[in-house]
């Protein structure tokens, strides 16, 4: 009776006639996790900041509303308190938006920085690989006598 052949050899000598170097594969990895960690960095900064530039936002609105509720004794006090608020708040939301539109600006500059370097980094990393490959593949080629 003929003997099943034993594939796990078999798929373990077809591997190890086709080497892989995982050192490319650990560093491609190491480095993308790299770049998340840098990437995550910018935008946990850029909430913050919002979120601080938010909450200030808040209280001046707060303080404002609370001068233009206070009583008045003439309906033309009301009104100018009216219009001092629309005016103030206007005033605010035009500095606050201004203060978005900066963290805004940092993070497209930081996030380009970022890729930029890591799209440097990519590049050197793949000339290696091939200039690496091609001199496994000429040395292969000369130990088996093909010129």
Request: net charge negative; charged share 25%.
């Amino acid at each position: 009776m003929a003997k099943a052949p034993d594939m796990n050899t078999m798929m373990k000598d077809m591997m190890g006639a086709f080497p892989v170097d995982t050192k490319s594969m650990e560093g491609a990895f190491k480095n993308q996790a790299a770049l998340s960690e840098k990437l995550s960095g910018v935008a946990l900064s850029a909430a913050e900041k919002s979120a601080e530039i938010s909450s200030a936002w808040t209280k001046t609105t707060l303080a404002k509303m609370a001068d233009m509720s206070k009583a008045q004794t003439e309906p033309a006090d009301f009104a100018k308190a009216m219009s001092d608020f629309a005016s103030a708040n206007a005033e605010v939301a035009a500095e606050n938006m201004a203060a978005f539109a900066e963290v805004a600006k940092k993070v497209q500059m930081e996030t380009v920085e970022l890729m930029m370097s890591a799209g440097r980094d990519i590049q050197e990393d793949a000339s290696k690989a091939v200039k690496k490959a091609t001199d496994d593949m000429g040395a292969a080629a000369k130990k088996a006598g093909v010129k």
